[in-house]
C-alpha cells in the first residue's frame, strides 16, 4: 500500500466513525478529508451541514456523502472567484462526475431517496420522527458506507 492508499484508508475510517457518531454525511466527508489532506476549510464544513439526506432531509437531492465528495474535489480542482472568466475548468466536473459513476455502481442510486429504497425496499419522510427513526433502525451502516467510499474514492484522487 502506497502513502496514498494509507492516507485514503484512514481518511476513510475517520469518515466511517463520524458518521457513526455524529452524522451529517457531508460534514464527515468533509472533515475526514480536511484531517488528512487539509485543502477544506472550516467554513466548507459548516456551509455543507444543510445538505444532508438529499438536501434539508428532504431526500430529494444527491446523497449528502456524495455532495461532501464533489465539494473536497472542488476545492482543489475547482475554479477561484478570480478565475470565472477563464472558463469552465471541465476538468473538475469530469472527477465529479467519475465519482458520481463509481458510487452509482457501487450503491445503486445517487439520490438519498434512491438509496433509501436500495437499503431498505422503502422510502422516509425525514421530517417524521417515527419515519426517521424507523429507517435509522433498517439502514443499518448503509449510509456510513457511503460516506467511508467517497472518502476513499476522493482521497484517493486528490
Partial sequence: MNDRQARAEEAAAKALKYEFDYGCCPQCVLAAVQETVGIVTDETIKASH?????GGLSGAGLCGSLVGGILALG?????????????KFIGNFSK?????????????????????????GETYDM??????????????????RTAEFVTRWVVERL
Fill in 127 to 144: 421530517w417524521k420522527p417515527e419515519e426517521y427513526q424507523r429507517f435509522c433502525e433498517k439502514r443499518g451502516d448503509r449510509c456510513a
Fill in 96 to 120: 465529479a462526475n467519475e465519482l458520481m459513476k463509481a458510487f452509482h455502481e457501487q450503491f445503486g442510486g445517487l439520490t438519498c431517496r434512491e438509496l433509501q429504497e436500495c437499503f431498505t
Fill in 75 to 87: 476545492a482543489r480542482r475547482g475554479r477561484d472567484r478570480d478565475k470565472f472568466h477563464r472558463g
Fill in 50 to 54: 444543510g445538505l444532508s439526506g438529499g
